[in-house]
């Protein structure tokens, strides 16, 4: 799991880990934590312009 304190949109890549595809932190090579994959996904769905209602 990637433990770098910061992460920025476009650092982040798409891996295959079988037959899924995970994020992966293009300067460390490890997958991102829940929190920072949570954290893109609300970046990523912002950038493209939908709204996302909160749980």
């Given at each position: 799991m990637c433990e770098c304190p910061k992460?920025?949109?476009?650092?982040?890549?798409?891996?295959?880990?079988?037959m899924i595809t995970v994020p992966t932190h293009k300067n460390c090579g490890d997958r991102l934590n829940e929190k920072q994959a949570a954290t893109f996904e609300k970046e990523l769905v912002r950038?493209?312009?939908?709204?996302?209602?909160?749980?």
């Amino acid at each position: 799991m990637c433990e770098c304190p910061k992460i920025h949109f476009y650092e982040v890549e798409f891996k295959l880990d079988g037959m899924i595809t995970v994020p992966t932190h293009k300067n460390c090579g490890d997958r991102l934590n829940e929190k920072q994959a949570a954290t893109f996904e609300k970046e990523l769905v912002r950038s493209w312009g939908f709204e996302q209602e909160e749980e």
